[in-house]
């Protein structure tokens, strides 16, 4: 082992290293997980904070580091080395939320869901609108240009009076 005798990555750390130099080849565990192993040799030993919890202590020790809850209005996935705030105007029902879909209106807010939504690279609005036409634009699209369209409803119905596409180029995905 060269000039120096071998030493043990301490818990909280590991290596899969061989022919470490310094105890610097061990690595800590990262915010967000903690082990108890001693000599580890893989980053998989480090067991990961519940979701809902977080940690951020690199080359925590024990799964205590993760007690920490995340409060009303943020959540975290497991292995999360700090909550996540909800967006904004959405709230958490309380403490020790797992996910963004936890995040729901905050009183004096709603809901908006667009009964059509659209993006890509046209010049579209999304609309509230229970019927309408769906339109690219005036006039013939550039090259490349990539549009979609999301209708919502209870039963979303779709009825084409015109359309004109290119075989090589264009496509028209309904599901």
Do not use: K
């Not at 030993?45 to 080359?59: F, K, Q």
């Not at 309380?94 to 996910?99: D, I, L, M, P, W």
């Amino acid at each position: 082992a060269g000039a120096g005798a071998c030493v043990t990555c301490p818990a909280g750390s590991y290596s899969g290293a061989v022919g470490g130099t310094s105890n610097v080849t061990c690595a800590p565990c990262p915010a967000g997980s903690s082990s108890g192993a001693v000599s580890a040799t893989n980053e998989s030993t480090c067991e990961v904070c519940p979701a809902g919890s977080y940690s951020g202590a690199l080359g925590a020790t024990n799964a205590a580091t993760c007690d920490n809850t995340c409060l009303t209005g943020s959540f975290s996935y497991a292995g999360a080395g700090a909550c996540m705030q909800c967006p904004a105007t959405t709230v958490t029902a309380g403490s020790g939320s797992v996910a963004t879909s936890d995040c729901v209106c905050a009183r004096g807010e709603t809901l908006f869901e667009p009964a059509m939504q659209c993006g890509g690279t046209c010049g579209c609005t999304s609309s509230s609108e229970l019927s309408g036409v769906l339109s690219d634009g005036p006039g013939n699209y550039a090259n490349n240009e990539n549009c979609w369209w999301i209708i919502s409803g209870a039963n979303p119905t779709v009825t084409f009076t015109s359309f004109l596409t290119e075989s090589c180029c264009d496509f028209v995905h309904v599901e």
